[in-house]
């Protein structure tokens, strides 16, 4: 596969409600989309990198450059037989895995539309379905959330994950299990907490929770193995988890049993599919997280949760849960019992509204061969 050109468009989002962690809200997302040019077709991908370095030290500032004057010369000067041939080209850049997956996501987009077969095939899926959870962020109001939490119980949703910190923990708990004794609750603190909360962490214990996602600090294994001995509650991670040899020391020292696998974290589809592997040896389940992607990165996100080992609700839920209107047609959609139906058609089974994408597009680069 001959890659002849790589754009980077830059697109502005409003969310349909604002979304809050433990380290900030966000009411619009600024998104960075690449697609790539190869043998008469284009393949899309989307850089989950944030508007700010608070969830990661990447951020679109970061990604943006890095893609420009690295990954894509990299990847316009070279032959490349597949997606899996990506993160090779690109090892010689340390980090940045959320700019390296966005382009390598592109380029399997582009091997599948080209060999006409589905994504999720091309992957080594084998789920027709996935199943959904939600995300919900930290309300204005503990009445705030409760009115979102019996939306999404409403809707069908098969798991649903509240934001805490620390003075939005306990006490909401208290409340969303007092009217919901018995729905799959789990809870991320996007390293709210530290160690010496150990005691306070521990509480978590008393409400029968699937599990607490990344208690501690971003950058730290070690300690988690510490807490999860500490606490019943089972510890997923999310940040820590980089590539699969930070799963196989996090599984090997019973820092977590569940591992949230994100894409754009882990560097692209290939490093994410090794995770995969690694979980599956352990026999821990892993399930896929999200990044308030566009229909781009979501399509993308459902391929990946064919994967035989996905076995927990994701972080992928319906567009309209996000946005007005969704970059990709058809928009995905959640049925009443909570799953995404996987979609046959080439590629990711999702067209992309170019016409919209232009309409939303604020800055815009393409690279080509020869031009590098
Ligand atoms: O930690 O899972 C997270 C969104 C932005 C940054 C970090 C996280 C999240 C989510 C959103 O939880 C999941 C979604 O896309 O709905
Ligand atoms: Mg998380």
């Known amino acids: 596969m001959k890659i002849e050109s790589v754009t980077l468009r830059e697109i502005h989002m409003p969310l349909v409600h604002f979304f809050e962690?433990?380290?900030?809200?966000?009411?619009?997302?600024?998104?960075?989309?690449?697609?790539?040019?190869?043998?008469?077709?284009r393949g899309w991908g989307e850089c989950v990198a944030g508007e700010d370095p608070f969830y990661s030290s990447e951020w679109i500032e970061t990604a943006w450059p890095t893609i420009k004057h690295y990954l894509a010369p990299a990847l316009l000067q070279n032959e490349v037989e597949s997606g899996r041939d990506c993160a090779a080209l690109f090892a010689r850049v340390r980090g940045h895995r959320m700019a390296k997956a966005a382009l390598e996501n592109a380029v399997w987009d582009a091997e599948a539309t080209l060999q006409q077969k589905p994504l999720w095939k091309l992957l080594g899926g084998t789920r027709r379905e996935i199943t959904c959870g939600v995300s919900i962020g930290i309300q204005d109001s503990v009445e705030q959330l409760i009115e979102k939490i019996a939306?999404?119980?409403a809707a069908g949703y098969r798991r649903i994950k509240l934001k805490v910190k620390a003075g939005w923990d306990l006490d909401v708990l208290e409340r969303v299990r007092a009217r919901w004794s018995d729905i799959v609750l789990s809870v991320d603190a996007n390293s709210a907490y530290t160690l010496d909360q150990i005691e306070h962490v521990r509480k978590f214990d008393a409400f029968n929770l699937l599990m607490i996602e990344q208690p501690l600090w971003n950058d730290e294994i070690y300690l988690h193995a510490r807490l999860q001995k500490a606490i019943r509650?089972?510890?997923?991670?999310?940040?820590?988890?980089?590539?699969?040899?930070?799963?196989d020391f996090a599984l090997e020292?019973?820092?977590?049993?569940?591992?949230?696998?994100?894409?754009?974290?882990?560097?692209?589809f290939s490093e994410a599919k090794k995770v995969h592997d690694v979980a599956q040896r352990h026999n821990v389940p892993v399930w896929c997280g999200?990044?308030?992607?566009?229909?781009?990165?979501?399509?993308?996100n459902i391929a990946l949760s064919t994967l035989e080992n996905f076995r927990l609700p994701g972080d992928v839920s319906a567009s309209k849960r996000y946005w007005k209107e969704d970059i990709i047609e058809p928009e995905v959609e959640v049925s009443k019992e909570g799953m995404i139906t996987v979609r046959d058609a080439p590629g990711t089974g999702y067209r992309v509204r170019e016409d919209v994408v232009q309409k939303i597009t604020v800055r815009e680069e393409t690279l080509r061969t020869g031009e590098t």
Do not use: P, Q
Not at 27 to 40: H, K, M, Q
Not at 233 to 247: P, Q, W
């Open 253 to 268: 020292s019973g820092a977590c049993r569940i591992i949230n696998i994100k894409v754009g974290r882990v560097g692209g």
């Open 151 to 153: 939306i999404e119980v």
């Open 290 to 300: 999200g990044m308030l992607e566009s229909g781009v990165g979501r399509a993308h």
């Open 233 to 247: 509650t089972s510890i997923c991670l999310d940040e820590s988890i980089r590539h699969a040899r930070d799963a």
């Open 21 to 41: 962690t433990s380290f900030g809200r966000v009411y619009s997302r600024r998104i960075l989309l690449v697609s790539v040019e190869a043998d008469g077709v």
